[in-house]
């Protein structure tokens, strides 16, 4: 209703006297509800930042199939797996021999189906599944070089009005051996389903002491940040118009101590260079060592807080819907993410509605300025969690602060022009200047280190959305 007189105001009012924002928004609340017409407008709004952004799943498929066929990789022809050089080739066959045999070409889109969302059949694949597998298919492929991708991703940036992306670009890379510290793993997890918090704690500080008796991890940190710094510089990834910054990420589905070794080296990098702005833990939530050791995980965190307070990280948290999980399940992930980990920033936070005290959650995560990172597109394909189903509602009628991101987006053939259109026009109750908002959040809450970078990110967006608004058609 406040929108039907929002646009009755607005027709009352002579055409000089409106404002380009207020032009804008008018012509944004006609046109919303024409899909062509709002994806017009949306490729050409600024969008500030992408800040839920995983590297290895942004890639587009085409460009790696093409890649692989230089580099004549094998093809698995049960699975289309790509590997240099599989132990048994039983099931594998180089791509080369497919290609003089003629059947190379009739086979790419096959293999782009397993890799991405392309052509998707319910009834072929559950899409969770489809989802999570794709990733160790192609990564042979995309390991043996990141420029390519990286340059992939800041042209598309560019192409339709991202000025900024914040990418979980690689795992942790080291050579710390840790034989003489697997005793740990199970007194931690025993200690973690005693809920003994304070002796969880006790005994991550003597393992941090012994990890860092340990040469390699300094080498470690000194060798992943030399990595990322190297790529960036030697690509020229920040200019005028666009600028990258890397978290490191860990993987949850580790044993404790092999988990807690790459927390600690990820901390360590993220407070010793100016590219590495956080650090984040993927893998599939609700995979059993991710529900096993959740806490033991987050508490983990916590120490890792207290050693480098200065570190921001982000934590997928609440990336769980009803069936996929049993009931109970659904009840603490976010709080445990907001409460013990102290995270800066919530992905997904998708089973809010199921939380416990989730009103004094959400009012917490919006006192505190926690900010909830919305993956429409990801949450639709692998949650079926789409329209009323998803909390965004909530999180915006508590005042929690959203941001829009892509998630994987060229595993699920998406783009952040895609987020921001589903976004308008699956719920109405965003309105322009909300959605502008929104924009602006992804660069006032992105992790970017340097405070005249950031202030300069904001009003360049600030500038772009001043020449959008003023050729908006009236």
């Not at 498929?61 to 599989?86: F, H, R």
């Not at 998707?120 to 990733?135: C, I, T, W």
């Not at 118009?241 to 044993?255: A, D, G, H, I, S």
């Not at 991710?290 to 508490?299: A, F, G, I, P, V």
Request: one cysteine or more; proline letters at 4%.
């Amino acid at each position: 209703m406040k929108y039907i007189l929002a646009l009755a105001f607005f027709n009352l009012l002579p055409l000089g006297l409106w404002s380009q924002e207020g032009k804008a928004a008018y012509y944004f609340q006609k046109i919303r509800n024409n899909e062509a017409e709002l994806t017009a407008f949306i490729a050409q709004m600024p969008k500030g930042g992408d800040l839920h952004h995983h590297f290895s799943g942004s890639i587009y498929a085409e460009p790696l199939v093409e890649k692989a066929i230089q580099l004549d990789y094998y093809l698995n022809m049960e699975t289309m797996a790509m590997a240099k050089n599989p132990t048994n080739k039983g099931t594998w066959k180089r791509l080369s021999s497919l290609a003089s045999e003629g059947r190379l070409d009739g086979m790419k889109n096959d293999i782009i189906r397993r890799w991405s969302v392309k052509d998707y059949d319910p009834a072929f694949y559950p899409s969770d599944q489809l989802f999570f597998e794709s990733f160790d298919k192609y990564l042979p492929v995309l390991n043996e070089e990141y420029a390519p991708g990286m340059l992939e991703l800041k042209n598309r940036a560019l192409a339709e009005n991202v000025s900024y992306i914040e990418t979980m670009f690689s795992p942790v890379y080291s050579h710390v051996s840790i034989q003489d510290l697997s005793s740990y793993d199970s007194e931690l997890r025993s200690l973690a389903n005693q809920s003994n918090e304070e002796a969880v704690m006790n005994s991550l500080e003597k393992l941090y002491a012994k990890l860092m008796q340990k040469e390699a991890m300094n080498q470690a940190v000194i060798w992943n940040n030399s990595f990322i710094q190297h790529l960036h510089d030697s690509l020229k990834i920040d200019d005028e118009r666009f600028t990258m910054r890397y978290q490191k990420y860990v993987l949850r589905f580790k044993n404790p101590v092999d988990l807690f070794k790459d927390i600690v080296i990820s901390f360590m990098s993220a407070n010793t260079n100016d590219l590495i702005v956080g650090v984040n833990m993927v893998a599939p939530e609700h995979g059993e060592t991710s529900m096993k050791d959740y806490r033991l995980h987050m508490l983990m965190f916590q120490f890792c807080h207290q050693k480098f307070p200065k570190v921001k990280y982000s934590l997928h948290a609440g990336e769980l819907a009803l069936g996929q999980v049993a009931p109970e399940n659904l009840t603490w992930h976010i709080g445990d993410a907001v409460y013990t980990a102290k995270a800066h920033r919530i992905g997904h936070g998708v089973d809010m509605p199921y939380e416990k005290n989730s009103y004094e959650l959400l009012r917490h995560m919006s006192q505190q300025k926690i900010p909830v990172e919305i993956n429409l597109v990801s949450n639709r394909f692998i949650l079926k969690i789409k329209e009323d189903k998803h909390p965004i509602k909530l999180y915006r009628d508590f005042q929690v602060p959203l941001l829009i991101s892509t998630d994987d987006a060229g595993v699920l053939r998406s783009s952040l022009t895609e987020q921001y259109v589903l976004l308008a026009k699956s719920y109405p109750f965003f309105s322009y200047s909300d959605i502008k908002q929104m924009v602006l959040n992804s660069i006032d809450y992105s992790f970017i280190k340097e405070p005249l970078l950031k202030q300069k990110l904001r009003q360049d967006v600030m500038n772009r959305f001043k020449q959008f608004e003023a050729k908006i058609p009236h």
